[in-house]
Every structure is written in C-alpha cells, then in structure tokens.
C-alpha cells in the first residue's frame, strides 16, 4: 500500500508476556521512526532508523524495549515481561528524508497494546 | 531541551465561526514546527509546518498557522470551522531527529 502500516491493530497481552509489534514503512523510506502514546497524551519518542542502522534509542524506556530494522524496511518493536505502564498506542512514521523532521513523516494508524 | 505546550485540553466552536488552537515552544535555535490532527483509531495526519520564511503558513483543509517569534507561539487557525475538523490536535518541535509533541486539544465543533 502507500501508507505506513502497522500490524497488529489490537493486541492485549498478560502481564509478563513478551509482545512484538510490526512496522512496513512507506517503500524507500529510509527513516523510520517509534513513538509511545498513552491515553490522553501527545506521541512520546522511543527511537529512531536510518535505513538499518538504530541512531538514536533514547526514548526507550527501559531494557525491556528493544526495536530492530535488520535489512533496512520492515521494523519491529519487542517488549520484554509486558507491565500494566506499557499499555499505550504504539506508532510508527517514516521519511524518504534523512532528516525526517524536517520534511515531516507519514504515520501509521497504530498498534494499541492493552497489559492486563 | 525542547518543549511544545497546548494550553487548552478542548475547545469549542460552532460550525462556521473561526477557531483557533493554541500552541507556544521552548527551543534553542530555529523551530521547525509542525502540526497534526489525529482522528479516532488512526495515526496522526500532517497538516502543515514552518521551517523559515513567511510566519504565516497555509495548509491541509485550510488551516493556517501564525509562527510569531516574539510570542513563541503557534497558533493554529481556520476561518469557518466544519463539524468534519472535530478532532485531536497536536503541536510539534523538531529537535535532532525526533519530534517533541504537545499533549494536545481536542476541538469540538457543534453544528
């Protein structure tokens, strides 16, 4: 397609279960980009891609995230022994730019991941 | 460090009056500024930003921005709301390689 997706839509996981979330950016896109959205609050930074190299990981917020792009497309976010603080809409964006911020991502509609 | 505050949790307006979001940032050097409206279940759409030039921006379904330096400020503005624009509005900074997100306003358009 021509958006970013991101799969699954909908994913409740037990507490302590470990849980991977999928991301197709848009074909070319060379930047790729993890954000956290808790309920009510604006999209928080996890991390980010330049092609398959993970240049920045700042924003994970804890050893329990871990998030790969091996051959430079497809994106995977894990989280480790899922708490009930990791509930929260997963989004992922990409840029054909290498400076995404500049010329703006494409956001996918999301992964909502509800710990119970 | 960089920050982006929305001041208003909801604001609401009726159909066809004007409406402004409001939006102020804290950043060293030059903003890049940014916003996007989120509709329920769906990522965030873009709808315009500022880099340089002309303070005032037009973008996606006729919003407009006012960038005022003075002021940090970035307001988002429509002159005739529809009842469609009811949604989640965020404000963004750039900083490096991420985006810096306000915690959003939600505007309510009543018919």
């Known amino acids: 397609g021509a958006g970013v997706s991101q799969s699954p839509r909908y994913k409740v996981a037990k507490r302590g279960q470990d849980v991977a979330l999928r991301c197709d950016p848009i074909?070319?896109?060379?930047?790729l980009f993890w954000y956290q959205q808790a309920l009510g609050q604006g999209p928080e930074f996890l991390t980010y891609?330049?092609?398959?190299?993970?240049?920045?990981k700042s924003g994970l917020p804890s050893d329990r995230f871990f998030a790969e792009r091996p051959e430079g497309s497809v994106s995977t976010l894990k989280i480790q022994r899922t708490q009930q603080e990791d509930s929260a809409v997963y989004l992922c964006?990409?840029?054909?730019?290498?400076?995404?911020?500049?010329?703006?991502?494409?956001f996918g509609s999301g992964t909502r991941l509800t710990v119970v | 460090a960089q920050s982006v505050a929305q001041p208003e949790d909801q604001v609401n307006v009726a159909e066809g009056n004007p409406l402004t979001v409001k939006c102020t940032y804290s950043v060293s050097g030059n903003p890049y500024l940014f916003w996007y409206v989120q509709y329920p279940n769906r990522g965030l759409q873009f709808l315009l930003k500022?880099?340089?030039?002309?303070?005032l921006v037009k973008g996606s379904y006729g919003f407009e921005a006012e960038f005022n330096k003075s002021q940090t400020s970035f307001h988002l503005k429509k002159p005739s709301a529809l009842v469609s624009d009811s949604a989640l509005y965020f404000c963004?900074?750039?900083?490096?390689?991420?985006?810096?997100f306000g915690g959003g306003t939600r505007l309510m358009v009543k018919p």
């Open positions: 500022y880099i340089t030039g002309d303070n």
């Open positions: 891609f330049q092609n398959e190299a993970q240049l920045d």
């Open positions: 964006a990409s840029s054909y730019a290498f400076s995404g911020t500049v010329v703006g991502y494409t």
């Open positions: 963004a900074v750039n900083y490096g390689n991420m985006l810096t």
């Open positions: 074909s070319g896109h060379v930047s």
